[in-house]
């Protein structure tokens, strides 16, 4: 019989954190013991999450951590780093949603956050964003899922990188768009439906902390914008790249068709969609919401490559990532729980 984990989600009444309780729901390695809240506690599952009501678990109070093999930590950015001792002394494996032990460095959390309070601890997390570093996940017992607007961007611009088409003077101008599920089940007033509604607002046109996230991982800085726009799932990136070979003349398109083709030929959970015919000739955040894949396309004119990566921010972007980098850690398949379809046709997610 294969091995069983028991596994934690702190932070269950989010929306990541409802995420993780649906997949895990339906994982075969996983058996979900508890589920936290500090203002839901004693409540079902289902009165949060109303696709979850078949589950017979209750939550409780995140002071009183069961003892198990995994601990999914989906709360707020300083959360994990103040309770980590307590996640780490609950359990074996803590995988993190936040950007608390993202960043290999605490100079960047001086930087783009408020200071670290366990800067001696990043060293030992292990970042996430498997299609990037499969190789350092297994038996991480520290792991940082990547962030949604970073793992959208990286994983555009990564088979360009991957191959030397896009070095790191290379100017890079990245725009995002992205769906008010990004800011949590308490996204306050700019999320609220009717402010919401038909907006394309520029939410961070300069300086978005997912950018030491690109640097630190990509190894270079971008011009990155990010946009809030009506949907509630979802995460697009448009990344328009100036590699110095194409302003040379020196890159054709099937130098490209290699490169993405180099990266995620064997990748389970990227499908590469470029042209070709059909509505939807190029990557869609409607087509993946409620899976965990990621579409990457991109074009070329003269010294301009465009990428483009959608994935749904809930899932490629947080807890399907998260799931995904704990099979690799512990070992088990890597699709395992993460087999989910997209619905077509659907509205906007
Ligand atoms: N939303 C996204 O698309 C997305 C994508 C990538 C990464 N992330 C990251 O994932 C994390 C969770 O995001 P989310 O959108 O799911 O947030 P959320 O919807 O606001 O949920 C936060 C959860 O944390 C709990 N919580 C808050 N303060 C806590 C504390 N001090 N101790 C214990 N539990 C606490 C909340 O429940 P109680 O207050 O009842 O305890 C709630 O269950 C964040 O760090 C976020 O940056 C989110």
């Known amino acids: ?27 075969s390695a996983f058996d ?26 209750r939550f409780s109070k995140p002071d009183d951590l069961a003892s198990v093999d995994v601990l999914f930590a989906a709360t707020p950015h300083g959360v994990s780093m103040d309770q980590i001792d307590a996640f780490r002394d609950a359990a074996d494996t803590v995988v993190d949603l936040s950007a608390d ?4 460095d ?6 783009y956050y408020d200071g670290h309070s366990r800067p001696e601890l990043l060293e030992e997390a292990t970042y996430a964003l498997p299609e990037l570093n499969r190789d350092a996940l297994p038996g991480a017992d520290l792991i940082a899922s990547g962030g949604c607007n970073a793992t959208a961007t990286m994983l555009g ?7 030397g088409i896009l070095e790191p003077s290379d100017r890079t101008v990245v725009d995002v768009k992205v769906g008010s599920s990004e800011g949590g089940a308490g996204g306050g007033a700019a999320s609220s439906h009717p402010e919401r509604s038909g907006v394309v607002r520029p939410y961070a046109p300069t300086g978005h902390r997912h950018e030491a996230e690109i ?30 070979a194409a302003a040379a003349g020196e890159l054709e398109t099937v130098d490209l068709w290699t490169a993405f083709r180099d990266a995620y ?38 010294d301009r490559v465009v990428v483009f990566a959608a994935i749904d921010n809930m899932m490629k972007g947080s807890a399907g990532q998260a799931v995904h980098a ?24």
């Open 1 to 27: 019989m294969s091995e069983t984990y028991t596994a934690s989600v702190v932070g269950g009444t989010g929306f990541t954190g409802g995420e993780l309780l649906r997949l895990l729901a339906d994982h």
């Open 32 to 57: 979900v013991v508890q589920a936290t809240s500090r203002s839901d506690a004693n409540r079902t599952i289902g009165h949060v999450h109303p696709n979850l009501r078949d589950l017979d678990l």
């Open 101 to 104: 032990f993202r960043l290999p």
């Open 106 to 111: 605490e100079r960047y959390y001086d930087e």
């Open 157 to 163: 611009l990564y088979p360009l990188v991957e191959a």
């Open 215 to 244: 640097e630190a991982y990509l190894d270079r800085s971008v011009d990155f914008t990010v946009h809030a726009v009506d949907m509630i799932r979802g995460a697009s990136a448009t990344c328009h790249t100036f590699p110095e």
């Open 265 to 302: 030929g064997d990748e389970p959970f990227v499908d590469l969609v470029a042209g070709g015919g059909g509505v939807y000739r190029y990557p869609e955040p409607k087509a993946v919401a409620g899976t965990n894949r990621a579409e990457i396309g991109f074009a070329a004119e003269d």
């Open 326 to 349: 704990a099979n690799v850690a512990l070992g088990l398949d890597e699709t395992a729980g993460l087999d989910q379809r997209g619905l077509h046709p659907v509205g906007a997610p």
